[in-house]
């Protein structure tokens, strides 16, 4: 079956990094998408990554490791905006996305 | 550019009942998609079309259907709602440029089915 496993919740402070994993199993793979959602709101697009290797795009990076089945998406210098969700989503050998559930990303003062 | 739009944005229904969740995207989009979210699960694929008068099934299809008459909309019909069908729905599309290209995202509809 497929599967993309990331962590439910996860608790950062003000100014700090964070980075939040993301593992998956599919049938083929055409790339990895890390979207963010306010709650409430719809997706939106961050970051795509299909090579290995790092993507960097100011305060976010995401990094992907094909071999591993790994990804994680990096959060610098933390802002309370940054409190939200986000998803991982992999497009499998039909170019359909499967998406992980998300991590609640909590931002503390 | 409104980008995709939903209608409407909240529904309460009774079981039995029957209705149509409205998509319109104003980027001439090939791909359109219909998913549902549900608490502690990833979004998951009702329908999709990849273009004008075509549809396709996605993972969870039962208890649902679809119509894309024209390019810019994409229904989504509920003949007989059940309380499994209680979710939020989003619609998303993408041009039919690279396979890889991003979705955009509608703002969602919260639908209860008592």
């Known amino acids: 079956g497929q599967n993309i496993d990331q962590p439910t919740e996860m608790t950062a402070t003000e100014g700090a990094i964070v980075q939040i994993n993301c593992t998956y199993q599919t049938s083929g793979f055409n790339g990895l998408f890390w979207y963010q959602q306010h709650a409430g709101e719809a997706p939106t697009f961050l970051s795509y990554n299909v090579l290995d290797g790092l993507e960097e795009k100011g305060r976010f990076s995401s990094f992907l490791s094909r071999s591993k089945g790994y990804s994680y998406l990096l959060l610098k210098e933390l802002q309370m905006k940054d409190s939200a969700s986000y998803l991982c989503?992999?497009?499998?050998?039909?170019?359909?996305?499967?998406w992980g559930a998300g991590t609640k990303l909590i931002i503390k003062p | 550019n409104a980008g995709v739009t939903q209608t409407p944005k909240f529904r309460v229904l009774k079981t039995g009942q029957s209705m149509t969740l409205l998509c319109a995207q104003d980027?001439?989009?090939?791909?359109m998609y219909w998913y549902r979210q549900d608490p502690g699960m990833g979004l998951r694929l009702i329908h999709y079309s990849v273009g004008e008068g075509t549809t396709a099934k996605g993972e969870v299809p039962d208890g649902y259907n679809v119509s894309r008459l024209k390019k810019q909309n994409f229904l989504l019909g509920l003949e007989s709602a059940a309380p499994s069908q209680t979710s939020v729905y989003f619609c998303?599309?993408?041009?039919?440029?690279?396979?890889?290209?991003?979705?955009?995202f509608g703002p969602g509809t919260r639908l209860t089915v008592l």
């Open positions: 989503a992999v497009m499998d050998s039909n170019y359909q996305l499967i």
């Open positions: 998303a599309s993408r041009s039919a440029g690279a396979s890889t290209d991003t979705q955009y």
């Open positions: 980027m001439n989009h090939e791909y």
